[in-house]
Nanobody, 124 residues
C-alpha cells in the first residue's frame, strides 16, 4: 500500500524557514519522480516543486524560485522541501506527490499518489 506522510509544518514568522519532509513507503521510491504542491483556503491546489528520480533535475514555480529547494534521499525514501524567506502568501497546506512519470508530476490531475498534507502558516 502506497503511503506518503508529510511532516515539518507549523507556524513561522515572515522571513523564517521551515523544512518539510515526506516519508514514502509501498513503492519503489527511486523509480518515482516526486513533487510538492500547496493549497491555500478557497484556492486550487498549485504546483510548487518537482524532482526527478535521480535528483538530478528540479523545477520550481516562479513564486518560490530562489527561496525553496526540493531534495530527495533515495536511501531513506524521503523527499524534502526546504523553505526560506517565507512570506504570508506561502501559507497553505503542503502536499507531497509521487508519480513514475516526471511529465505528470507537475499537474494535479495527473499525479498518481498524494500525501495527507501538512499545514504551513506564515505570520506577518
Amino acid at each position: 500500500q502506497v503511503q506518503l506522510v508529510e511532516s515539518g509544518g507549523g507556524l513561522v514568522q515572515a522571513g523564517g524557514s521551515l523544512r518539510l519532509s515526506c516519508a514514502a513507503s509501498g513503492f519503489t521510491f527511486r523509480n518515482y519522480a516526486l513533487g510538492w504542491f500547496r493549497q491555500a483556503p478557497g484556492k486550487e491546489r498549485d504546483f510548487v516543486a518537482l524532482i526527478s528520480r535521480s535528483g538530478g533535475y528540479t523545477s520550481y514555480a516562479d513564486s518560490v524560485k530562489g527561496r525553496f529547494t526540493i531534495a530527495r534521499d533515495n536511501a531513506k525514501n524521503t523527499v524534502y522541501l526546504h523553505m526560506n524567506s517565507l512570506k504570508p502568501e506561502d501559507t497553505a497546506v503542503y502536499y507531497c506527490a509521487a508519480d513514475p512519470d516526471i511529465f505528470s508530476i507537475s499537474t494535479v490531475s495527473s499525479v498518481n499518489y498524494w500525501g495527507q498534507g501538512t499545514q504551513v502558516t506564515v505570520s506577518s
